[in-house]
């Protein structure tokens, strides 16, 4: 009887051991090519920038390249917000995570944990550069990004929920661009316009506020910058993020390190706004 009692004890104690641990997670989408992914160099953070160079315990991430250039890299579930949840492509592409790059997440999952004041943050970054809205992440196009993207989205959300977490999808960002300077400004828009109509239904997540981040202005995408502006203006629920005095390393694509930074800060701020009062 004793031992009946004491295996009981045990098993109750587990439940309410795990019931303990359990949270609630604020879950943000981040997802885009190169400057999304980041280029913004780690070893850049020193100085007053040191602090974004430190584990956020706080905030959880979970990230995922694609297959198009190669092995997927991902960070093997979710792990504390950090630089390096980012894989550059060509010479010199790390064959493991953390890496020596970073994107705007890490100054954005710190502005959200900031503003929802306590509560758990968690963040779901699939990205991939040199990869177009109109071919790669075009949900009609089958054994590409967008497949990919869902799937890892799913595969990271059922993750929290098999460790007893609940969540609450509150927003998504997204930094995309620079490969479809080709297209016309409405061609686009139209490209962006039903991406995000698709992430909305996927995700079940109709109001779902969705932040576009400004590509950079190098004199070539004036079409695709003014259909993110409009999109913006047109579609409910969505905000834009300007790249104005943001700054590149390689004369005109990639944001530096500060720019990332500062990006996602500015990420954070229109997501705010979007999401209200915590």
């Given at each position: 009887?004793?031992?009946?009692?004491?295996?009981?004890?045990?098993?109750?104690?587990?439940?309410?051991?795990?019931?303990?641990?359990?949270?609630?997670?604020?879950?943000?989408?981040?997802?885009?090519?190169?400057?999304?992914?980041?280029?913004?160099?780690?070893?850049?953070?020193?100085?007053?920038?040191?602090?974004?160079?430190?584990?956020?315990?706080?905030?959880?991430?979970?990230?995922?390249?694609?297959?198009?250039?190669?092995?997927?890299?991902?960070?093997?579930?979710?792990?504390?917000?950090?630089?390096?949840?980012?894989?550059?492509?060509?010479?010199?592409?790390?064959?493991?995570?953390?890496?020596?790059?970073?994107?705007?997440?890490?100054?954005?999952?710190?502005?959200?944990?900031?503003?929802?004041?306590?509560?758990?943050?968690?963040?779901?970054?699939?990205?991939?550069?040199?990869?177009?809205?109109?071919?790669?992440?075009?949900?009609?196009?089958?054994?590409?990004?967008?497949?990919?993207?869902?799937?890892?989205?799913?595969k990271s959300l059922k993750e929290l929920k098999d460790k007893g977490h609940t969540y609450t999808i509150r927003g998504m960002i997204w930094h995309q661009?620079?490969?479809?300077?080709?297209?016309?400004?409405?061609?686009?828009?139209?490209?962006?316009?039903?991406?995000?109509?698709?992430?909305?239904?996927?995700?079940?997540?109709?109001?779902?506020?969705?932040?576009?981040?400004?590509?950079?202005?190098?004199?070539?995408?004036?079409?695709?910058?003014?259909?993110?502006?409009?999109?913006?203006?047109?579609?409910?629920?969505?905000?834009?993020?300007?790249?104005?005095?943001?700054?590149?390393?390689?004369?005109?694509?990639?944001?530096?390190?500060?720019?990332?930074?500062?990006?996602?800060?500015?990420?954070?701020a229109g997501m705010a706004k979007a999401v209200g009062k915590p």
């Amino acid at each position: 009887m004793r031992a009946m009692t004491w295996v009981v004890a045990c098993v109750v104690g587990l439940v309410c051991d795990t019931a303990a641990r359990a949270d609630h997670f604020e879950v943000f989408v981040v997802a885009g090519q190169s400057n999304c992914d980041g280029r913004g160099k780690g070893s850049e953070l020193t100085g007053p920038l040191a602090k974004w160079a430190k584990p956020q315990d706080d905030v959880l991430i979970a990230y995922s390249c694609s297959k198009l250039r190669g092995p997927v890299l991902t960070s093997d579930g979710f792990q504390p917000l950090r630089p390096g949840w980012s894989v550059a492509p060509g010479k010199g592409k790390p064959t493991k995570l953390p890496s020596g790059t970073f994107g705007p997440e890490v100054a954005f999952g710190r502005g959200m944990a900031d503003h929802l004041k306590g509560k758990k943050v968690a963040l779901i970054k699939f990205a991939e550069g040199g990869t177009s809205l109109a071919k790669d992440w075009n949900p009609d196009v089958k054994d590409r990004l967008y497949p990919a993207f869902l799937e890892f989205t799913r595969k990271s959300l059922k993750e929290l929920k098999d460790k007893g977490h609940t969540y609450t999808i509150r927003g998504m960002i997204w930094h995309q661009g620079e490969s479809d300077a080709g297209l016309t400004a409405d061609e686009y828009q139209k490209q962006l316009t039903a991406f995000i109509g698709r992430v909305r239904a996927d995700l079940e997540a109709p109001d779902l506020p969705f932040g576009v981040g400004e590509v950079f202005d190098n004199g070539k995408r004036d079409t695709v910058r003014a259909a993110q502006k409009a999109t913006a203006e047109k579609v409910k629920g969505v905000f834009f993020v300007p790249a104005d005095k943001l700054k590149t390393f390689d004369g005109g694509t990639h944001f530096d390190a500060a720019s990332q930074i500062e990006l996602g800060e500015r990420f954070a701020a229109g997501m705010a706004k979007a999401v209200g009062k915590p």
